[in-house]
């Protein structure tokens, strides 16, 4: 018994080492400076989601089902992150993108950011948000193809990682760039 102890406890360390070395990228709580500068922006349920690494419960969020036009920001910086458009139902119950979106301005390029994420042992794709440190959720090789109108990914986000802004509510440039159909 004591040896099948010592390998689980050596499995177990074994993965937090490697989980350490590949978590480099995005900042995360603690370190930056971001999760306490937005501590008193965010609701409870929305820092441990954007800040601790949480996932909310599906189907029971607020936009796994929103079928409105808009945009989605990252819920502390609010730097557009993904649109309507690209939004699917993955059957999953949490919001889902083919793609990130692409901003009007070019300082917000390329904001989702990917990394390896070890925390379930098999290894995952973490997105977090490069203005901010918020913690997305996944991204993983099961969207729709490009037959489809996809990119054969889908971005699985946390609701509590976002703010939605419809349409009708963006100022008229956001609002010509993002839905011209250019």
Not at 46 to 62: C, D, I, K, L
Request: charged share 25%.
């Amino acid at each position: 018994k004591m040896f099948k102890f010592i390998c689980v406890v050596s499995l177990l360390f074994m993965f937090d080492m490697i989980k350490r070395f590949f978590s480099s990228g995005p900042v995360k709580s603690g370190g930056s400076g971001f999760a306490q500068m937005y501590k008193d922006k965010l609701t409870p349920t929305q820092f441990r989601v954007a800040y601790e690494h949480g996932t909310e419960r599906p189907f029971s969020n607020e936009y796994h089902d929103n079928k409105r036009d808009g945009i989605y920001l990252s819920v502390a910086s609010e730097v557009p992150l993904f649109h309507s458009k690209d939004k699917f139902d993955s059957g999953t119950g949490w919001p889902s993108f083919t793609r990130p979106i692409v901003p009007m301005s070019p300082e917000h390029a390329d904001m989702v950011v990917e990394t390896s994420d070890f925390s379930l042992i098999m290894p995952r794709t973490e997105v977090s948000c490069k203005a901010d440190g918020v913690h997305l959720g996944h991204v993983f090789n099961d969207g729709p193809s490009a037959s489809r109108g996809g990119t054969g990914l889908r971005y699985c986000i946390n609701s509590a990682s976002l703010k939605f802004v419809p349409k009708e509510s963006l100022p008229a440039a956001e609002k010509e760039f993002y839905f011209s159909g250019k």
